[in-house]
């Protein structure tokens, strides 16, 4: 088949779990023998060569602006495809599905992963999130299936919108990294710190877990890793929360072997976002064998099971501390935790799995009716 991918910054993956995604899965469907291509937005992609992994890079340029970004590189790259020939246009982000009529104009098939309730994030003004919401009813309408990787977001869309989505979860395939120069550079050692990994933004409510930090009797660090273009209030509020407590430890964006190297030696990991489907960071932490405790959304509860630990988002930063006073006081529970979340990821979440169920559902739109 000839597939592209659409809607994200694109490969090499250096932002986002959707990255991620177009990353590992576009990757394993080359080595399955398919053609695939990745639109790429110029502005963040300096990789210099046309392919990558085995996948065709088309880079075109597009407004780096908050509100235009994703929406004019993803028109555009509709109006690429047209002439190129696809068989499946695989967008991701729900505000994305105003596009995905355009590739059909010439007998492409296009399927949308959309995400969690992206207009929940407060980012967002008032216009933005009904457009969000207006695009979200469209999916079912202009695209010729849907994706969630979250049951609670599958639900959301049958229940409002009578949309009949298909479940595909996010895989999560880590390699260990022991101990080395990513540590010491930032002054870490192997289980001594707890672990945040995310885009930092209001939503996200890393705040929760800076906050949680003031006031508790520990020797253990909290490392933040992530950053955010046009978030720099919140990035700046983040900081002063810390204030001049050398146990916070901010590391900017970290990928690939850093990333790895940080989260297969972390005690605990803590998911604070409070929107969104299925966090990719959350089901690496995991992978990893991390003790998880996350913000108690619907979508994180579905994702740890009983495999891992829960604090009131409404509560915020004293909840959280109470429930990180705990584990810290008792080594054994977690390591109860550690055993049960890579046991979680290893049964339910791997990237073959996932690409082994793309594929059959891109045949499946394919065939005939």
């Known amino acids: 088949m000839r597939i592209a991918f659409m809607g994200t910054r694109g490969v090499p993956a250096s932002y986002s779990g959707f990255e991620t995604c177009v990353e590992e899965l576009g990757s394993r469907l080359v080595q399955r023998g398919h053609h695939v291509t990745v639109y790429c937005r110029r502005h963040h992609i300096t990789y210099p060569h046309s392919t ?8 075109l340029p597009t407004i780096a602006n908050k509100y235009l970004d994703t929406f004019v590189h993803t028109w555009l790259s509709s109006l690429h495809a047209l002439g190129q020939g696809y068989d499946i246009c695989l967008y991701f982000i729900a505000g994305n599905s105003v596009f995905t009529w355009i590739p059909r104009l010439a007998g492409q098939k296009t399927l949308i992963n959309v995400d969690g309730l992206d207009w929940k994030r407060d980012k967002w003004p008032p216009l933005a999130k009904r457009y ?23 639900a959301y869309y049958r229940d409002v919108y009578g949309i009949e989505t298909h479940y595909i979860a996010y895989g999560a395939d880590v390699p260990y990294v022991p101990s080395g120069p990513v540590l010491k550079r930032f002054g870490l050692e192997p289980q001594r ?10 939503e996200n409510c890393a ?44 590391t900017g964006y970290q990928f690939g072997r850093a990333y790895h190297e940080l989260g297969s030696n972390a005690y605990i990991f803590v998911e604070t976002s409070g929107v969104g489907g299925t966090h990719p960071a959350l089901l690496e932490a995991m992978a990893f064998g991390n003790c ?8 994180n509860l579905e994702t740890i099971g009983d495999a891992g630990l829960s604090y009131s988002g409404r509560e915020g930063a004293a909840s959280l501390r109470q429930v990180l006073a705990d584990l810290l006081g008792d080594p054994d529970l977690v390591a109860h935790y550690r055993r049960k979340a890579k046991e979680r990821v290893r049964r339910l979440y791997s990237w073959d799995a996932v690409t082994e169920q793309y594929e ?8 005939p009716r």
């Open 52 to 59: 990558y992994k085995g996948m065709r890079l088309v880079k």
């Open 132 to 154: 969000i919401q207006w695009a979200e009813r469209l999916s079912g309408r202009f695209a010729n299936a849907v994706i969630t990787d979250s049951r609670v977001v599958q």
């Open 193 to 202: 710190y707890v672990l945040f990994v995310g885009r930092l933004v209001p």
């Open 207 to 250: 705040h929760h877990l800076v906050e949680a930090f003031q006031g508790l009797r520990t020797g253990l660090k909290c490392v933040i890793v992530g950053d955010a273009p046009y978030a720099e209030d919140y990035k700046r509020r983040l900081r002063e929360i810390a204030g001049d407590d050398p146990r916070v430890v901010f």
């Open 292 to 299: 998880v405790v996350v913000h108690d959304t619907a979508e």
């Open 360 to 367: 059959s559902l891109f045949r499946q739109v394919l065939q």
